[in-house]
């Protein structure tokens, strides 16, 4: 049994009971039948606290920074960051409009080794984005993390952007109504 699959052996039966009927309409109109609730997941401490613990063993060496997107890697980077001690940054999807007008807040992330990390990746359209935020604000973007990983392209389109994906679970992994396409 591989590291990963260990894992999400332990794992996925915790992690599907965040797997919640719909419908839920994704940001591209999409409609999902079920899907995946990182926010049920994430309000859970000690089951955010044990995927923290696993998605350890993902964070590549060398990392410096872990940065969250908004919102579903919030809260796991604040726990990710916890369990290893590297810092966290936080992305806004788009600059706040006032008080700091940043986009990137917490750590600096210039000259510094960052490590993407989301709840689920579909297209990597999400994480690609922040990639480019990151880039250019002097970052050094080279892998992402995320808990759950659909077969929707996210992995091409990231390896094509030099960034390698770490996955802790992968769709199969949960029972087939979580949000699997049909
Ligand atoms: O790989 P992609 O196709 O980009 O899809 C994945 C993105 O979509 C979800 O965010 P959502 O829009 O649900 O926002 P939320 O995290 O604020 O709930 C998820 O948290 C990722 O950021
Ligand atoms: O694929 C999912 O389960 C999923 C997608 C998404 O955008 N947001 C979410 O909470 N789950």
Redesign the pocket.
Known sequence: MTRTTSIAAVLSARIAAA?VDGP?T??DGQV?DS?????RLAGDPQLLHDVAKAMHALVPAGAEVLAGVEL?GIPLVVALSAVTGLPGAFLRRLPKRYGSQQQIEGTQVEGRRVVLID??V?TGGQLLSMAHVLRAAGGHVSDALCI?E?PLGGRVLLDEHSISLGSLLYENDLPAS??AAS
């Open positions: 797997c839920f994704l940001a999902l899907y995946f609730d990182e926010f579903g709840d689920v579909r759950l659909r979580a949000g």
